[in-house]
């Protein structure tokens, strides 16, 4: 089978142990050696980052793809290939469509199976949240930009800004910094999020991606502390933090103070009996007794909230399940990944990121407890 192999390495990588180039390049090698494959082509990446597809050596390979020079692709590992789960689905999407196979010697994908190709969506989307989560960031120093100011987290600029490229700073611009002042006035005058987004789509006024405003916009508006000149590190984790920015605040410290603490007592005001996503295992939990679906119900303890789920036949004394923690379940799911050969920081995951990788997987955990045993048996299925 003819076969490329592509290897990759970033500016920072190359100071690592077992991931120079020459390391890849001759593991691969020698596996292509054992299937008894033929090398036409090796595409090097140097100093490259996997965040896109704009490498020179990642389109010389698509194009011989394209063009039947290879019908064989093996990385070493797939975030070698993309880290972006977009990218991947793209590149499956091309491997596919010109019946190229794939292999990924660490991951032992084949990516001729369905299996296989369920495999690598989910392999790409644990690399985007290990992106997401830092693992990364860390190792490559963003922590230190971060700290130092500049706003590298999102691509897209937050309304009332515009950066240059590859600059990392923040510029205002003056006809949307007016907008965001006219979205806090409103606020302070009482108008609710939906009805301010109301008033500007009636205004014809266009958000950065020329949608339609929408409550959820507006809030995260009115909470975004880039309008009083600070940057947001790791957000949706518990590390999260505002640093003073390189930029320039376009809304005064005052009345960020203020509406901040009037969205505050609102939200007071509105705490009603509804479910958080903070107890998202409810949707994933059977009963191993009667088959019913569990229910959350929360502690406070010294100002900490404990969530625990019940069996809902318990609730009429039909079931004699006990309750479990979602800490515990927490730990379950972890070990769990941690045996299926992930390395993901679950902890550091915000409730939605993790709502959402076990949604993607359709993960149903069963659960039996017995009363005179202290620990549950826990069955966990999953597309993994
Ligand atoms: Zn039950």
């Not at 290939?81 to 991947?88: A, F, G, N, Y």
């Not at 860390?138 to 897209?156: A, F, H, N, P, Q």
Request: some cysteine; glycine content about 4%.
């Amino acid at each position: 089978m003819n076969t490329g192999i592509y290897i990759r390495v970033s500016t920072e990588e190359q100071a690592q142990k077992g991931f120079s180039l020459e390391a890849q390049k001759e593991k691969l090698t020698w596996l292509a050696h054992i299937k008894d494959w033929n090398i036409i082509n090796v595409y090097e990446d140097k100093g490259i980052s996997g965040k896109d597809l704009n490498r020179p050596e990642i389109i010389r390979m698509i194009n011989d793809i394209k063009n039947k020079v290879i019908e064989n692709v093996l990385v070493f590992k797939i975030d070698r290939l993309t880290r972006s789960t977009k990218d991947l689905i793209y590149l499956v999407e091309i491997f596919n469509k010109y019946n190229c196979a794939f292999n990924s010697l660490t991951e032992s994908i084949d990516t001729t199976s369905a299996t296989g190709r369920m495999f690598i969506k989910i392999i790409g989307i644990f690399a985007e949240f290990e992106r997401e989560n830092l693992i990364e960031r860390v190792k490559l120093g963003i922590d230190r930009k971060v700290s130092e100011g500049y706003s590298i987290c999102s691509s897209t600029p937050s309304y009332g800004y515009y950066k240059n490229k590859g600059d990392n700073i923040l510029r205002p611009l003056k006809k949307e910094a007016i907008i965001v002042n006219l979205i806090f006035d409103l606020y302070l005058k009482n108008y609710s999020f939906l009805q301010i987004a109301k008033i500007l789509d009636r205004k014809k006024i266009p958000t950065k991606k020329n949608k339609t405003w929408t409550a959820k916009t507006i809030q995260l508006i009115l909470t975004n502390p880039n309008y009083i000149g600070k940057v947001r590190h790791n957000i949706n984790s518990k590390k999260y933090e505002e640093i003073n920015g390189k930029h320039k605040g376009i809304v005064s410290n005052e009345k960020f103070a203020k509406v901040k603490e009037k969205i505050y007592k609102n939200k007071l005001l509105h705490i009603t009996k509804k479910t958080n996503n903070d107890a998202f295992y409810v949707n994933y939990l059977k009963c191993g007794f009667c088959n019913n679906n569990f229910y959350p119900k929360r502690t406070i303890i010294n100002k900490k909230t404990f969530i625990s789920y019940y069996c809902k036949n318990k609730k009429i004394k039909k079931c004699s399940q006990k309750s479990i923690s979602h800490n515990r379940l927490d730990k379950e799911i972890k070990l769990f990944l941690q045996k299926k050969g992930f390395y993901i920081n679950w902890d550091d995951l915000s409730y939605e990121l993790k709502n959402q990788f076990l949604k993607l997987t359709n993960i149903k955990i069963v659960i039996k407890t017995f009363e005179k045993k202290a620990l549950p048996i826990i069955k966990i299925d999953s597309l993994l």
